[in-house]
């Protein structure tokens, strides 16, 4: 595509429920980035892929959060048994390499209730 | 371990002046990049530049400048003239070549532009 499309843009949902968030990368590039904004953390990294691969994961907070890559292009974050300090904006973004410049989708704004 | 400081959390600056956004990073590695982002009211972090730790040449696109100095582990961005569409908050961020391409990020400072 012509940029990085995150979905759904919102996102509310009862604490304890699983949540998956999806991310469409710019066509062609390899690269793939998981980031979380929150007021009191500010831009924190999550995990990564090349290709289908997630060398470094060191990011997750924890083992509820997890994420794939298949087919080298959509990726999705899934959140098992969502709680209150899961709510932030998750931002994806995608480079064509690694340590060349990452372009950013709109986020995905959770609110766990 | 690498870390990315910005100091100023807010700048209030009237339209046509200009503003220094200051950038310090720390790193051990000497193969790095470093990345300034703007982030409007809507939301999306927008890519303005990537720079290579063997580059020190400054740059200059319009009205944005950039001043890399490796003595001061700074790279500082400028906005000449600056604009009330410039009202945003901008990051500076850090990735070093081992490591995969993640941002390490400052905290932001946001730039508010009146006129």
């Known amino acids: 595509g012509a940029g990085v499309s995150q979905s759904p843009s919102n996102k509310v949902t009862e604490k304890g429920k699983d949540v998956e968030l999806r991310c469409d990368p710019i066509?062609?590039?390899?690269?793939l980035y998981w980031y979380r904004q929150s007021l009191g953390q500010g831009l924190e990294f999550l995990i990564y892929f090349q290709g289908n691969s997630a060398p470094d994961k060191s990011g997750l907070p924890s083992d509820r959060f997890s994420a794939e890559r298949t087919g080298g292009s959509v990726s999705t974050l899934t959140i098992q048994r969502t709680q209150q300090e899961d709510s932030a904006v998750y931002l994806c973004?995608?480079?064509?390499?690694?340590?060349?410049?990452?372009?950013f989708g709109q986020g995905t704004r959770l609110t766990v209730v | 371990a690498q870390k990315v400081t910005q100091a100023q959390t807010e700048i209030s600056v009237v339209e046509k002046e200009d503003v220094t956004l200051d950038c310090v990073y720390e790193t051990r590695d000497t193969t790095y990049y470093l990345f300034w982002y703007k982030q409007p009211p809507s939301g999306e972090l927008v890519f303005l530049i990537r720079r290579n730790s063997f580059d020190e040449q400054n740059e200059i696109s319009g009205r944005y400048s950039w001043n890399f100095q490796k003595s001061t582990s700074s790279f500082n961005f400028t906005i000449t003239a600056s604009q009330v569409v410039d009202s945003a908050v901008y990051f500076c961020a850090l990735t070093v070549y081992n490591q995969g391409g993640k941002l390490i990020f400052g905290q932001g400072t946001e730039l508010s532009v009146k006129p």
């Open positions: 066509s062609g590039h390899t690269a």
């Open positions: 973004a995608s480079s064509l390499r690694i340590n060349t410049e990452a372009f």
